[in-house]
């Protein structure tokens, strides 16, 4: 069993970052690849960035590729999410997820535990 909590979602202008955290329970952490997703309103939840069991390898959605970079501290047990250049269409609740299959996946089915979400606004 893995809880996750996410914060340092918020309000910002396009042009501005934000570093989301993901702080993951239980000394499994490692074990896991974890993946953030995003959801608008009124749209599915949508993949933006997942990183392997030891951090070795990333993988971004088009839309964020260059302007988000995930990263990983396993003494932390957390996941991050480093958002650049943010744009208005980057609004939405951003997921945290963890997947103990042997791939990295960017579909939300293959990611057994979720976090409940933490908002991020971008103003035009």
């Known amino acids: 069993q893995v809880q996750l909590v996410e914060s340092g979602g918020g309000l910002v202008q396009a042009g501005g970052s934000l570093r989301l955290s993901c702080a993951a329970s239980g000394r499994t952490f490692s074990s896991y690849a974890m993946g953030w997703f995003r959801q608008a309103p009124g749209k599915e939840r949508e993949f933006v960035a997942a990183i392997s069991r030891t951090g070795g390898t990333t993988y971004y959605a088009d839309s964020v590729k260059g302007r988000f970079t995930i990263d990983r501290d396993d003494a932390k047990n957390t996941v991050y999410l480093q958002m650049n250049r943010l744009k208005p269409e980057d609004t939405a609740v951003y997921y945290c997820?963890?997947?103990?299959?042997?791939?990295?996946?960017?579909?939300?089915?293959?990611?057994?535990?979720w976090g409940q979400g933490t908002q991020v606004t971008v103003s035009s």
């Open positions: 997820a963890a997947s103990g299959g042997l791939v990295l996946p960017t579909t939300p089915s293959r990611y057994t535990y």
